[in-house]
């Protein structure tokens, strides 16, 4: 039995899976690419929370609710995973996992030759596509995995804040709040911007490291990018309703133009 056919008279089990960065929210943010490969792919998943996931009246996910501007209802499909899971590699997220990697192969066995996940910023930039890409390959190990670039919600918030990311010799962190408050310390103490993810509980420790650090006056909070309700603008301790997927940018001290050449 070759590596590309399961049982004889079975379709060929090579195929294509791809994950897709659709940015931010904005349905506008997509690459030409990107949307020429969801437009190309016979099946296009899009992550949602496991515990939500058979409840019909669910709302769509941040991926889904930007893609289905591009792709047909018919053509798109949830995959469970445990997405509020902070435990780190738990039975349940390890479950998800695995389930998500089998409905992706018994895709391609029911004869799908190209399956593109769909994924908020960018596949290769803290995405669960790659968990998702490792699980199909443990089980079809011929399967051909690709990426398609995304804008990530720090581009999308320095562009609608006018705050450059980084000039001349300044360097970039990028970091989620979840990796610690001594990492975020650490990079703030540093003379260059800061970028932090998923503040959302943790937004109170940010505020204070900032002001240890003497940066709170020119940091920015996005969130809800692209989306109803998007916010964006000086960051305050009284934001307590921050959602998970809010972004936080602290530009790097700068004194006059070209001052970093």
């Given at each position: 039995?070759?590596?590309?056919?399961?049982?004889a008279g079975s379709p060929p089990r090579t195929a294509t899976?791809?994950?897709?960065?659709?940015?931010?929210?904005?349905?506008?943010?997509?690459?030409?690419?990107?949307?020429?490969?969801?437009?190309?792919?016979?099946?296009?998943?899009?992550?949602?929370?496991?515990?939500?996931?058979?409840?019909?009246?669910?709302?769509?996910?941040?991926?889904?609710?930007?893609?289905?501007?591009?792709?047909?209802?018919?053509?798109?499909?949830?995959?469970?995973?445990?997405?509020?899971?902070?435990?780190?590699?738990?039975?349940?997220?390890?479950?998800?996992?695995?389930?998500?990697?089998?409905?992706?192969?018994?895709?391609?066995?029911?004869?799908?030759?190209?399956?593109?996940?769909?994924?908020?910023g960018d596949p290769n930039v803290y995405s669960t596509f790659?968990?998702?890409?490792?699980?199909?390959?443990?089980?079809?190990?011929?399967?051909?995995?690709?990426?398609?670039?995304?804008?990530?919600?720090?581009?999308?918030?320095?562009?609608?804040?006018?705050?450059?990311?980084?000039?001349?010799?300044?360097?970039?962190?990028?970091?989620?709040?979840?990796?610690?408050?001594?990492?975020?310390?650490?990079?703030?103490?540093?003379?260059?911007?800061?970028?932090?993810?998923?503040?959302?509980?943790?937004?109170?420790?940010?505020?204070?490291?900032?002001?240890?650090?003497?940066?709170?006056?020119?940091?920015?909070?996005?969130?809800?990018?692209?989306?109803?309700?998007?916010?964006?603008?000086?960051?305050a301790a009284a934001d307590d309703d921050l959602p998970y997927?809010?972004?936080?940018?602290?530009?790097?001290?700068?004194?006059?133009?070209?001052?970093?050449?």
């Open positions: 039995m070759s590596a590309d056919t399961a049982e899976l791809t994950g897709v960065g659709v940015g931010p929210g904005d349905p506008e943010l997509l690459t030409l690419r990107a949307v020429r490969v969801l437009a190309e792919a016979d099946l296009v998943v899009v992550p949602v929370l496991d515990r939500l996931a058979t409840d019909p009246a669910t709302p769509p996910g941040r991926a889904e609710t930007t893609v289905r501007a591009h792709v047909p209802a018919d053509r798109l499909r949830r995959l469970p995973f445990a997405l509020d899971d902070r435990g780190g590699v738990t039975a349940r997220r390890e479950r998800a996992w695995d389930a998500a990697a089998r409905a992706v192969v018994d895709a391609i066995d029911a004869g799908a030759r190209s399956v593109a996940f769909a994924t908020i790659t968990y998702l890409a490792d699980g199909v390959r443990a089980l079809l190990p011929a399967v051909r995995v690709r990426t398609v670039p995304g804008v990530t919600a720090m581009q999308e918030l320095a562009a609608r804040s006018g705050v450059p990311l980084c000039q001349g010799r300044e360097p970039l962190t990028l970091l989620p709040a979840t990796a610690g408050p001594e990492l975020v310390a650490d990079a703030l103490a540093g003379p260059g911007t800061v970028v932090v993810y998923k503040g959302w509980r943790r937004h109170r420790d940010l505020v204070d490291e900032l002001r240890r650090h003497d940066r709170l006056d020119d940091a920015v909070l996005g969130r809800a990018l692209g989306l109803p309700g998007e916010w964006i603008g000086p960051v997927l809010s972004t936080l940018l602290v530009p790097a001290r700068r004194d006059g133009r070209g001052g970093k050449l």
